[in-house]
């Protein structure tokens, strides 16, 4: 079911006032913009006090792309950037939130201590969200006091750009909860899609086989990685080739959602392509580490096809 903006549900969400986000990385700190920008205060949380200063930069230079665009003032920009304050410890991050989203390491044992956190820091009444690619919702729920008021908001990269929030009700996270973060996406211009708590929900259940297939493709030889990304491209109206996704999202983060989704279901049609393991574990990561099926250079927008595919 899609929500649109319901004022019943403006009144629920309307509790929500205080937002704090945990991590301060690509998603994180998009985040943080987003909720800034529709009003509300922001405390961003991250152990590394250097990713918290480069979130606060980014957050201000893609301010500064949308004054450019004309979507936003430098005003707006002021007035978001004040809401924001930054902390290295959760405990006092959190110590007043009404919502807390946790946008961290996308490594499970992490997500189960910083929810245990979380919980006991945290007041009773704060909802407790993950941006979570692809870890369930239920098991992050059980390791807290507080199931029902546990969920998934899955925001997309860029997050300031994508208007998809999915949100992922886990089996004991309580109706008038899922209800509160439906409405409070659609205040934050987003369009929420409420799904159910299995693996890889439906974003990435459906996206990562697809990429995983492309790289099936190159690695039978069935053809290069130009004509895989065009043939998506140009016969799909997509806006970008699968291979190029990959490397955008991490050839890592790919690689770990698709054990997800094996070890999830125990079928093999979501084994990850030999090639993909072996580009992992050589560390060939996609943009993050320069190179993945494409070659990136700093301060270039030119799309190079890696030399080992040549
Ligand atoms: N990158 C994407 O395209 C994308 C899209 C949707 C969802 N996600 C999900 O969002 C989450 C974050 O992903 P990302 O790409 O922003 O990762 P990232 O690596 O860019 O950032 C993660 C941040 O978490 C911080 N962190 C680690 N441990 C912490 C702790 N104990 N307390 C506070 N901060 C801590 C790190 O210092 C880092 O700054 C993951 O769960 C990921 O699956 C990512």
Do not use: W
């Amino acid at each position: 079911m899609i929500h649109l903006f319901s004022p019943y549900l403006f009144k629920i969400s309307s509790m929500i006032q205080k937002v704090s986000v945990i991590g301060a990385g690509t998603m994180g700190n998009g985040i943080a913009h987003v909720f800034a920008q529709s009003g509300f205060q922001v405390k961003l949380v991250d152990v590394n006090t250097v990713q918290l200063e480069k979130a606060l930069q980014t957050i201000a230079k893609n301010f500064d792309r949308q004054i450019a665009k004309g979507t936003h003032t430098e005003d707006q920009k002021r007035s978001s950037l004040n809401n924001i304050t930054s902390f290295n410890d959760i405990a006092t991050g959190v110590k007043d939130a009404d919502l807390v989203v946790e946008a961290a390491t996308e490594n499970i044992e992490l997500k189960l201590k910083i929810f245990k956190l979380l919980d006991e820091n945290a007041p009773e009444h704060c909802v407790l969200a993950t941006n979570t690619s692809s870890i369930s919702i239920t098991k992050i729920a059980a390791t807290t006091s507080r199931p029902g008021k546990v969920i998934g908001m899955h925001f997309m990269n860029p997050v300031p750009v994508m208007k998809l929030v999915e949100v992922i009700s886990g089996y004991a996270t309580e109706k008038q909860v899922t209800d509160t973060i439906v409405s409070l996406s659609s205040q934050l211009n987003k369009i929420p899609c409420v799904v159910n708590d299995y693996p890889g929900f439906i974003a990435n259940r459906i996206l990562m086989p697809m990429i995983n297939e492309s790289i099936y493709c190159l690695y039978e030889g069935v053809a290069g990685i130009e004509e895989i990304d065009t043939i998506m491209k140009l016969g799909m109206a997509h806006p970008m080739g699968p291979l190029q996704l990959a490397d955008f999202i991490g050839l890592d983060v790919c690689h770990s959602i698709l054990h997800v989704l094996y070890n999830g279901f125990g079928n093999p049609k979501y084994a990850p392509c030999p090639l993909l393991t072996n580009m992992v574990t050589a560390g060939y990561l996609g943009i993050k580490s320069g190179e993945g099926f494409y070659k990136y250079v700093a301060g270039s927008k030119e799309l190079l096809v890696s030399e080992r595919f040549l």
